[in-house]
């Protein structure tokens, strides 16, 4: 059975107006949604929305008593974890309306997983090439 003009414009109506309201749920989801990551002592805690923006820094006196050196490493290594975590659930969020060309341009631009990057900044450098490095420039 064919659909006429107007049943099919009414059907593409419906799903414009369901795609709509999808977005706007998502969008709302997104605007509420947070991620804390901490140390154990709760010295210092970061937290972080859904774009990873730093929404909130905790810092008790144990942790201004650390220096700067380690509070920096601190905020910086609980900062990554905290964007680490969100990202996961905005992927959750976004799964449902995205489709998979849009998870998978979504999962291109999450931040790395600071576990690995760490491991990754551990490793040690390969200086066997005496050759300079190389510019993309060109």
Do not use: C, Y
């Amino acid at each position: 059975m064919e659909q006429s003009p107007e049943q099919w414009l009414a059907s593409m109506q419906q799903r414009a107006d369901d795609m709509v309201r999808q977005s706007q749920e998502v969008q709302q989801t997104l605007q509420e949604m947070s991620e804390t990551a901490a140390e154990p002592d709760g010295a210092v805690a970061v937290t972080v929305s859904a774009n990873g923006a730093l929404e909130d820094l905790h810092l008790d006196k144990t942790a201004l008593s650390r220096g700067p050196e380690r509070l920096q490493e601190t905020i910086l290594q609980l900062a990554g974890e905290a964007q680490a975590k969100i990202a996961g659930r905005v992927v959750e969020a976004v799964e449902p309306v995205a489709g998979k060309s849009g998870l998978d341009f979504l999962r291109s631009q999450l931040p790395a997983d600071p576990d690995a990057a760490a491991a990754e900044s551990r490793r040690p450098a390969d200086d066997s090439d005496d050759e300079p490095p190389q510019s993309f420039l060109r």
